[in-house]
Each structure stands twice: as C-alpha cells, then as structure tokens.
C-alpha cells in the first residue's frame, strides 16, 4: 500500500507541471490585453499629450504590477535575428510586429531604432496644437503613425510613411514635425539597405533565470497567490473562496443524497434481478439520466416558483437575504429552502449510474462462495443482502468519489446559472465571457 501511495504522489508531480506548462500556455496565447481589460479602456489618449503620456505610464505600470514585462519562461528557441529582450515592449501588437519584421529584415539594431523614432514622432504630434487648419492632416498623420507600429509589411510602412510626409508638407503649423520625421524615415531606409535575412536561418538559445512569469506565476500558486482579477483587481483567491462554500455545500450534499438514494436501489435491483421490479426502477432511473438538467431546471422554475403555477420555492438563490443577527436555525432554514430545487437538478442525473455501479458490485458478489456458505449457515436474506454481500460490494462505489468530487471544486455551470447561485460554475461562465483569465485558469490548475 505505500509504495501504490508513493507511486501515485511521484506521478502526481510530473502531471501537476504538464497542467501548469498546457495552462500557462494558454494564458499566454489568450485573445486580448490583460493590462487594458484592467484599465478598462485603450492607452490611445484624448489628443493631449500630457493624458497619452498618463495613460501609457498607467499602462506601463499595470503591465510592470502584473509581471508581463518578464520574459516568459526560463529559456526560449529563436534564431540569431530575433531579439531576446522583445517582452520589454509594451503593446503586445507592436512587439508582433517588431517580431516579424526582424524574421523578415534579420537586423535587429536598425529595427528597433526605427521603432522608438516612429514612437518619438508620434508622441511628438501630440504636442501641436491642435487648428482649424491642421486638424485634418495632423489627425491623419497620428493614425498612419499608429498604424506603422502595427504594421509588418515593409511595403506598406514605406507608403504610409510617404502619407505622413505628405500630410506634415500639407498641414498649417506641422512644419515642426519636419526634423523628426525625416529622422523617422531615415531609420527605416536604413533597415531596408542593411537587412540579414540570411540571420534568421542561424538557431539560437537564449537563457532568462528564475525571475520570469511562468517560474513567479506557478510558486505563487502554490503557496495561495492566484493572481489579481482583471474586472474589479479582487484577488482571485478571495473571490474563489466565496464560490467555493456554495459550491462545496450543494455538491457534498448532492453527492450524500445520491450515495443515499443510489446504494439501496443498487441492492434491490440485483436482488430482484429480471423481476418486474428490477426493470421499472432501472427504466426509471435512465429516464432520468436521459433528462438534461438545464431542461429540468427550467419547468421546476417555470412550474414551482410563482408566475401562472404554484409559488411553492424561490426561482434564484441570490434572492436569499438573512440579517446578520439571524440564528443559525433560521440561516440553515432559509439556506435549505433555497438549495431545494438546485440540489434536485444536481442529484436526479446521478442515481442511475451509482446505482447501475452498485448493482454490478452485488451480482459479482453474489455469486461467491462466501455468501452460499452465509446461507447454508441458514441466515436469512436480508442478513446476507445487507450485512455480508452489500459490505464487500461498496469498494467500486467508494471509488467513484474520486471521479464525483472534482465536480464539487468546479461546479455545475449550467445549474448554478439558473437558479443564479454564486459558485465556482456561475464565477467561472461570468469569467470566461469577460475574458477575466485569472480566474479561469485558477478554476482550470484546481
């Protein structure tokens, strides 16, 4: 027995680091900007320069709080024309395209002047003023600035480069942009004339230590620090704690009331095995297995919580308000009236396949010597069925915890989301459509 013990912890910790390398990976491929679904809003600035200049520093600052300017992971495969310090640039859009132009052009050095030139330029339109006859090509100059930074093809960089000159030679007061403009393009003809794409063919390795997100991301977790939400900068541990009781609460007592239910049915049906008895309860019971619970959830709502029905339970859990000097009997009262429906939905689907499992584990049972020795001692059925047949037939049915009790960190997503329940399932559907990935990959490592 210790050494299966062992054998399954030492198995245990290989898989706990493939989950965390698969989740991490996907955290950081995800759709979006963390550091702007946190701020709520894009660092493109109101036209002024002092509120750009804030809201990049806002941005800058964010991204440096949630460690994303890190490298990634401790090493990382590129070729000799990448750069290895590329995480240091905010935008996630500008570091792709700074990343494909250095595959493309292999000269790093002339690339990443060209893009703190353009990044000079642009900031440097912000501080003209603003008339009525320069408004429209400073305008169009700022948004071709822009879309250079977002921009991999080098054709096209050179013919919005030829907007900006053109729209700087058009505009009343832009004459001030002429220097910088002209440095910006200079830059760029010098990365044309110097490319090395034969670079990009050369593979490199390139080593970043222990101070990188995956490494700080993953010893975080494991000592409770699961990071910050991106909706409301809760922490995710303090928000997936609230859920947790709901969840753990209507699941423990799901699980209990199907065990309860479930085991006696076992027995019966393979006592009564090819009676009329055995085969309505088993029709019964994949009946309502075949039910899905979203269906049943919503005529118990529709049929049992107010409207042209009976008004008999709450149609949502939310709506449970107690004081804070309630007794205890009157918390557990209130709280059980609540969890009737859902704990219904949660537990019907169940029966049939814990007690199809336990109806197994009897009939093996059964049929072994010890219990026609039972009999022949002359005890009676029942004594056989519950004391020696059904003891020695639990251990399938004490191992089916294990597949059950995930779903009691995770939550039913569906049922928590109809009758408006604040567990994990709700928390993590409300996460996932706001993209708030902290949480989901918090619930996803549990």
Not at 81 to 107: F, M, Q
Not at 121 to 143: F, I, M, Q, S
Not at 204 to 231: C, E, K, M, P, R
Request: with cysteine.
């Amino acid at each position: 027995m210790f050494q299966y013990l062992l054998k399954r912890l030492l198995i245990f910790i290989p898989t706990l680091v493939v989950i965390s390398l698969v989740t991490f990976a996907l955290s950081v491929s995800a759709p979006g900007d963390p550091v702007e679904a946190m701020l709520n809003k894009l660092a493109g600035g109101d036209g002024q320069a002092s509120n750009k200049l804030a809201t990049e520093k806002s941005y800058i600052d964010t991204r440096h709080s949630l460690g994303l300017d890190l490298p990634i992971f401790y090493f990382s495969f590129s070729n000799a024309a990448s750069c290895d310090t590329l995480y240091r640039i905010p935008k996630p859009g500008h570091r792709e395209a700074l990343e494909r132009l250095t595959y493309e052009y292999g000269n790093w050095p002339q690339i990443s002047e060209f893009y703190h030139n353009t990044r000079a330029l642009e900031l440097e339109t912000y501080y003209v003023e603003r008339t009525d006859t320069n408004a429209t090509p400073l305008g169009r100059t700022k948004d071709r600035l822009a879309t250079i930074l977002y921009t991999d093809n080098g054709d096209e960089i050179t013919r919005l480069f030829d907007e900006v000159s053109e729209n700087i030679d058009n505009g009343l007061g832009l004459e001030a942009l002429k220097a910088t403009y002209n440095n910006t393009r200079a830059s760029w003809d010098q990365v044309i004339a110097t490319q090395d794409p034969s670079k990009k063919y050369i593979p490199a390795i390139h080593f970043y230590g222990l101070n990188n997100q995956y490494h700080n991301w993953i010893t975080s977790f494991l000592v409770g620090d699961f990071g910050t939400s991106y909706q409301d900068k809760r922490p995710v541990f303090s928000i997936l704690m609230d859920a947790l009781s709901w969840t753990v609460m209507i699941s423990i007592i799901s699980i209990l009331i199907s065990y309860l239910i479930a085991i006696p049915l076992g027995v019966k049906s393979a006592v009564n095995k090819g009676k009329v008895s055995e085969k309505i309860t088993t029709t019964t019971l994949f009946i309502l297995y075949s039910l899905p619970s979203f269906w049943i959830g919503t005529m118990l709502i529709i049929y049992l919580c107010g409207g042209d029905y009976l008004d008999w339970f709450p149609p949502a859990v939310s709506l449970l308000d107690l004081p804070d000097d309630a007794s205890f009997g009157e918390r557990f009262s209130q709280t059980a009236y609540h969890l009737v429906l859902p704990i219904i939905c949660l537990t019907y689907g169940s029966l049939a396949y814990i007690s199809r499992q336990m109806r197994g584990g009897m009939l093996s049972v059964l049929g072994q010597d010890f219990i026609r020795t039972a009999r022949a001692k002359g005890l009676n059925q029942k004594t056989v069925t519950w004391k020696h047949a059904m003891r020695n037939s639990l251990l399938p049915i004490i191992t089916l915890f294990a597949y059950l009790f995930p779903a009691a960190i995770s939550g039913s997503i569906v049922i928590e989301y109809i009758f408006s329940i604040p567990g994990m399932g709700r928390v993590t559907l409300e996460a996932l459509l706001a993209r708030n990935y902290p949480i989901v990959y918090a619930v996803m490592m549990f």
